[in-house]
């Protein structure tokens, strides 16, 4: 624990269970939990005790998979993106509504 919390546990300016959980914590970031300490965010023991645990686990890094393609990759997916779009307006446009009417169910009204 860093010797400035050690001279403010003997001063009782904390309590010893804020001592333990302060001497937990790399130094760098015990100055992080007594500033919670200090601003009354960790007033009971559960709350200290959370706030430790969270500055003791490494925060978690962010990655995104799939979403950094090299331009090459990039424009071979816009190019089948848009044929893909092409097939199916096609096959949209390929029927007329009056078509489906002679299947039976497949009508609109046939499905309500």
Do not use: W
């Amino acid at each position: 624990m860093a010797p400035v919390y050690q001279r403010y546990l003997i001063d009782k300016r904390i309590t010893p269970t804020q001592a333990y959980e302060l001497a937990r914590l790399p130094e760098e970031k015990q100055h992080r939990l007594y500033a919670f300490i200090e601003s009354g965010q960790a007033a009971s023991v559960e709350k200290l005790r959370s706030l430790a645990n969270n500055l003791l686990v490494p925060p978690p890094q962010q990655t995104t998979i799939g979403l950094e393609m090299p331009e090459e990759h990039q424009a071979v997916g816009c190019r089948y993106d848009r044929m893909i779009e092409r097939l199916a307006g096609f096959i949209r446009s390929s029927f007329h509504p009056d078509d489906l009417k002679i299947l039976p169910g497949s009508s609109p009204a046939a499905s309500t």
